[in-house]
């Protein structure tokens, strides 16, 4: 008798569940800026990537107006049959110019953009090396290129170049994140650009939280290390965070791009992003480049979030970007402070195992320069309800 798949599914599922760890997708009824409706509850919500509070923008959403009246929503095919069109050249164009790079290529999303650039970099028998913490997305595209994948403790230079040392010789890709999706760190770019000149190896960096956020007009964390196209010749981003749009891209030399054209399966074998989008996405590039004053918003939030939560002695992160976790530790703990907290009208994600180290739960707060002051300090409010709640302590 062969195994019941369907049946194998389910006993992993209510495995899962035992373990506070089911996860379930909320039907938001309605969205405007930070606030959510679900059912008849208006929540604050402190969970989106919108750092720059762009997804709302009465001028990005013109643009998609514009060019879905004028030609239709979908693009009808892939790039390379007749999908690409003059939006999606010119904000690949927009893109390369940005990133300080010869050439950029769009791709459906980040998880794609990821997958492509390592089915068209490696192959069997190359070694991929990796932060522990990198996006799922790229530990996925080195296993499905047939990579030899080894990841390092997060963070650590000198462990990279030992997983380097023990497989000398063959041709290597090293991939980070430039910021961490969980943690809100950055990565040690300058070690790893070092590294990997020593030894010859190509360095990638996942910039999909700090383009737009970090780095001289929003170009990202490698243009605030001070780095560019010749330290780290593969760069990847999506649009679906700070840019507040959909979709993703690669950016590089015209040799990266050209050879990605031919053989990243997930950029030719699906269809081009929808036109519109594309123009959308243009417009918020424009305006993440030059209104400074959503990074100063952004940073400004960041400050006031930290001084508050300091002073009510919340396990703060090392971390001084948008992304601000809670290290709880349990995932049930996380589970009941999100609840508690959406008790009080404020939507904060627990992220649980796997998605982050088992006994590493955490409340993964997001801010946006959409958030008020007055936001921040509701959210204090609500923290401070809670620890007194856990620590037993009279509110
Ligand atoms: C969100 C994210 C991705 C995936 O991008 P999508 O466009 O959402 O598929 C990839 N890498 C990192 C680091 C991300 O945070």
Not at 63 to 79: L, Q
Not at 180 to 190: N, Q, T, Y
Not at 266 to 288: E, F, N
Not at 336 to 365: C, K, N, Y
Request: glycine share 10%; proline share 4%; hydrophobic share 45%.
């Amino acid at each position: 008798m062969r195994t019941d798949l369907l049946q194998r599914l389910a006993a992993r599922t209510r495995e899962r569940t035992q373990a506070d760890l089911l996860r379930r997708a909320r039907t938001i009824d309605h969205a405007q800026g930070p606030w959510l409706e679900i059912g008849d509850r208006r929540l604050l919500g402190f969970c989106s990537n919108d750092y720059l509070g762009l997804a709302g923008n009465p001028q990005v959403i013109a643009a998609f107006k514009r060019v879905a009246d004028d030609e239709g929503v979908g693009s009808t095919a892939a790039h390379l049959v007749c999908g690409h069109r003059r939006e999606h050249a010119m904000l690949e164009e927009a893109l390369a110019d940005w990133t300080g790079r010869e050439r950029a290529l769009l791709f459906s999303t980040g998880y794609m953009a990821n997958l492509g650039v390592m089915q068209g970099l490696l192959g069997r028998g190359d070694l991929c090396v990796q932060d522990k913490l990198n996006h799922a997305s790229l530990l996925d595209g080195a296993a499905l290129a047939g990579a030899t994948l080894r990841r390092y403790p997060h963070g650590d230079a000198t462990a990279a170049a030992r997983q380097l040392a023990g497989m000398p010789g063959g041709a290597a890709l090293l991939a980070t994140d430039g910021v961490f999706g969980m943690d809100g760190d950055r990565a040690p770019l300058r070690d790893l650009v070092a590294l990997c000149r020593r030894e010859g190896v190509t360095l990638m960096v996942d910039d999909a939280h700090g383009l737009g956020v970090l780095g001289p007009a929003g170009a990202g964390s490698i243009a605030e290390a001070g780095l560019g196209a010749r330290e780290v010749p593969v760069l990847m981003a999506t649009l679906g965070k700070a840019l507040g749009t959909h979709g993703a891209f690669v950016a590089g030399s015209a040799t990266l791009i050209e050879g990605l054209t031919q053989f990243a399966r997930t950029y030719v074998y699906t269809t081009a992003m929808p036109t519109a989008l594309a123009a959308a996405t243009l417009a918020a590039v424009h305006l993440a480049r030059t209104e400074h004053w959503r990074r100063e918003r952004l940073a400004a939030l960041i400050a006031r979030f930290r001084a508050g939560a300091r002073q009510l002695g919340l396990p703060l992160a090392a971390s001084d970007t948008p992304i601000q976790p809670l290290l709880l530790g349990d995932a049930a703990r996380a589970l009941a402070a999100a609840r508690a907290l959406e008790a009080q009208g404020l939507l904060v994600s627990a992220i649980r195992p796997p998605t982050v180290p088992a006994g590493q739960a955490r409340l993964r707060i997001t801010l946006s320069a959409a958030h008020e002051d007055e936001h921040v300090d509701r959210l204090l409010d609500a923290l401070a309800t809670l620890a007194r709640r856990e620590t037993g302590a009279p509110a």
